[in-house]
């Protein structure tokens, strides 16, 4: 080895140990390898992958107003990754945020076009109707965590159920007309009254998706998390109940009342991002807003390892790629899928990071992909 590459390869080993860039460098090697193997298939349907990636990036931060509906596609990603990573610590596996989201919204909506709540000052509407989505999703998640704690039903088989619930139960109350519940009939599509303007968020930035005060609430909630995790003693009983229960129980926590609350404020998470959504973009809720934004989080969270900080930039990413992506579509040629093909295989080599780790010469870490490493500071 000559003295240029010992130098080399002491000065990474120092920046490895001051910096412990090894939690970051699996996944960012994992997005990489991703885009490399999804420029191959383009490149096989015969477009020029760096036409095609110029244009995603075009479209991603081609403009003031494209980086701000990239970053606004991105925050009820944070919300819906939050609630998968905060349950994760608690040993619990959330994948109900999706019905959490639903309900959130909804409550949203629905408090959101109480009269008195017109009346008041926005300084006071606005905490209300975020209050009320969070209140919504705590309940939704707070469901299966008393299931978990009190029968042992298992919480994956329970937040699938009540998903599936909620997407029926928001659809009835959004379309039902005999009786009328929560129907705007003013309105050419089925959805909820429109909140009034005193309850809206206020908009940093005009796009489609429009940048508004939610990317803040959650940005400060993905912060306060980690704190709480990191600096609290209900953050060391969550940590102390997913590493093992048992020895949770005999060193005298409380194990189920640490179960239905890490649901619970999963499910809060979540809700207050649907109600960011409902008062900040749409101004109303209709069904099928959040679809399938559950298995996204799940995505992020498993990006970020369910590191609270790691989550904003995770989902930065995701929201970005897809508002890039339907420009690449109208410009290169390129269909919308290839995104998700990139996105999916993230989620692969991220999951199954040995074939990371083995193609860049990677240390094992020993635990899994969603370990938060003390030294990230999570």
């Not at 209050?131 to 999703?137: D, F, K, R, S, V």
């Not at 339907?326 to 995104?339: C, E, K």
């Not at 990071?353 to 003390?374: C, M, T, W």
Request: include cysteine; aromatic fraction near 12%; hydrophobic fraction near 55%.
């Amino acid at each position: 080895m000559s003295r240029l590459d010992r130098a080399l390869r002491e000065v990474w080993k120092a920046f490895d140990r001051g910096f412990k860039l090894q939690p970051v460098l699996v996944p960012l090697y994992a997005i990489l390898l991703s885009f490399f193997i999804g420029g191959i298939l383009v490149w096989i349907v015969g477009v020029n992958p760096l036409k095609a990636y110029w244009w995603l990036v075009q479209g991603m931060f081609g403009s003031w107003e494209r980086i701000g509906s990239s970053i606004a596609r991105s925050v009820p990603f944070m919300g819906s990754a939050l609630a998968l990573a905060f349950a994760f610590r608690a040993g619990l596996f959330n994948i109900g945020a999706e019905g959490q989201m639903l309900v959130g919204g909804v409550t949203a909506a629905w408090v959101g076009t109480w009269a008195w709540v017109a009346g008041i000052p926005s300084v006071f509407a606005i905490p209300i109707v975020l209050l009320a989505g969070a209140i919504g999703g705590f309940f939704w998640g707070y469901i299966p965590g008393l299931l978990r704690a009190t029968t042992g039903a298992h919480e994956v088989i329970s937040t699938i159920m009540l998903n599936w619930i909620a997407v029926f139960i928001t659809r009835w109350l959004i379309n039902s007309k005999e009786p009328l519940i929560l129907r705007d009939l003013g309105a050419s599509v089925p959805r909820t009254a429109t909140i009034p303007e005193n309850a809206r968020l206020p908009v940093f930035l005009d796009g489609e998706p429009s940048l508004h005060l939610s990317l803040i609430v959650m940005v400060l909630v993905c912060i306060g998390l980690a704190y709480l995790l990191k600096r609290t003693t209900y953050g060391f009983e969550t940590i102390t109940v997913g590493t093992n229960p048992f020895a949770a129980h005999y060193s005298g926590v409380n194990v189920n009342k640490i179960i239905i609350l890490a649901m619970g404020l999963s499910g809060a998470f979540a809700g207050l991002a649907a109600a960011g959504e409902v008062a900040g973009t749409r101004g109303f809720f209709q069904p099928g807003t959040f679809a399938a934004m559950g298995f996204d989080g799940i995505a992020i969270a498993l990006l970020a390892r369910g590191n609270p900080i790691g989550i904003i930039p995770a989902s930065l990413l995701w929201g970005s790629l897809l508002v890039g992506a339907p420009l690449m579509q109208q410009q290169a040629g390129v269909s919308i899928d290839v995104v998700r093909i990139i996105l999916s295989m993230v989620l692969l080599f991220v999951a199954a990071d040995a074939i990371v780790r083995y193609l860049f010469r990677l240390k094992s870490e020993g635990p899994g992909a969603f370990e938060i490493a003390e030294e990230t500071g999570a």
